[in-house]
């Protein structure tokens, strides 16, 4: 949770609906995390939900500049739209390297994903920090991470795949990030092999386009609101503290 009420009593429920290899994702997080830091901003829980770019990727990847070639007709294309949104994360602390991001399936980090919200440390029990930590991240002036081992692994593999240069579809890897957030190895490792959340987030994904989500980021306030694409601070915290103020009367 962020804000000042650590019980989480208060606290607005948010949805959002992302992917580990989309830049506006990690982008928007950034900028949502900078909304939550704003004085009018109500206090938050999170729920990352899934939702996939390219649901027939590859398991085994190949570099994102041929994958943007294919999707957007042409190696020029391809490269102009990396420089960006590369120039777009730079405006919020991110430090994108694209040229050797891999573009694989992310249906596994998404399983991954939601086994941490469902046996990591609750979000309604943590409290902000001002600066907070992400491997390999950009730090945003202004903004704090998001608490909670959900987020963090969220944060881990968004990083992972733009930062890095990592394969978020290798089991390796996505049991290493667990690792880094304070998950147990054995436990993820088991739960990418068993095939566990495979169900689970199938649904979730089936529930997402039940409910028109066709694009991502989307926040999901309360259950009532939909807030698409990456939109600046001040607007994300408009949203929040209307939704907010609504639920009291």
Not at 4 to 16: C, E, F, Y
Not at 141 to 170: H, T
Not at 202 to 226: C, K, N, Q, Y
Request: aromatic fraction near 6%; include cysteine; charged fraction near 20%.
């Amino acid at each position: 949770m962020t804000g000042s009420n650590p019980t989480g009593a208060d606290a607005l429920d948010v949805r959002i609906y992302s992917d580990v290899v989309c830049p506006w994702c990690y982008i928007g997080k950034r900028r949502f995390e900078a909304a939550l830091a704003l004085p009018e901003c109500p206090p938050v829980r999170v729920r990352w939900m899934p939702f996939q770019l390219d649901p027939g990727a590859p398991a085994q990847g190949e570099p994102v500049a041929e994958a943007y070639a294919k999707k957007f007709g042409g190696a020029a294309r391809a490269q102009q739209i990396m420089a960006q949104v590369t120039e777009a994360a730079a405006g919020e602390g991110l430090e994108f390297h694209l040229d050797r991001a891999i573009r694989s399936n992310t249906f596994d980090a998404h399983r991954l994903l939601w086994w941490a919200g469902s046996v990591g440390a609750n979000p309604e029990t943590s409290t902000s920090t001002s600066t907070g930590s992400g491997s390999g991240s950009g730090s945003g002036s202004g903004s704090a991470r998001l608490p909670g081992q959900q987020s963090a692994l969220k944060e881990s593999l968004l990083a992972a795949y733009f930062n890095e240069g990592l394969d978020v579809s290798d089991h390796r890897v996505l049991a290493a990030r667990a690792a880094e957030v304070g998950l147990d190895t054995d436990q993820a490792t088991e739960v990418l092999a068993s095939g566990t959340g495979t169900d689970e987030v199938r649904s979730e994904l089936a529930d997402a386009m039940a409910h028109d989500v066709t694009a991502v980021p989307t926040f999901i306030l309360d259950g009532r609101l939909a807030i698409p694409g990456a939109q600046d601070p001040a607007t994300i915290a408009r949203h929040l503290a209307r939704i907010a103020a609504s639920t009291t009367q």
